[in-house]
């Protein structure tokens, strides 16, 4: 985005599911946060950390919570893991 504060990420899935996230950096609780609105009229708020090889992103709302934990490849190029 215009500024370099944030970035907009356009989520197109195969499934149908399709969306704009805004993620920037929170100085308050020191961590990255993200807002997703979806085509179906969702809002979902996440929190990212990434710890050396981990990579987490967390969501806790009502109705709604789950985190997703990967661990970064050894070239950091790539990562992999899955939402519980």
């Known amino acids: 985005m215009e500024g370099g504060f944030f970035l907009i990420q356009t989520v197109d899935l ?3 599911a399709r ?4 993620i920037g950096y929170d100085a308050e609780s ?9 085509n179906t009229g ?10 050396g090889q981990t990579h987490t ?4 709302m009502p109705g709604r919570k789950g985190q997703f934990i990967a661990q970064f490849s050894d070239d ?5 893991g899955r939402w519980t």
């Open 30 to 38: 020191k961590t990255l946060k993200s807002h997703y609105f979806s």
């Open 14 to 16: 195969d499934g149908g």
């Open 57 to 60: 992103v967390s969501v806790s």
């Open 76 to 80: 950091g190029n790539t990562f992999s």
């Open 19 to 22: 969306g704009t996230e805004f």
């Open 42 to 51: 969702d809002l979902l708020e996440y929190t990212y950390r990434a710890d």
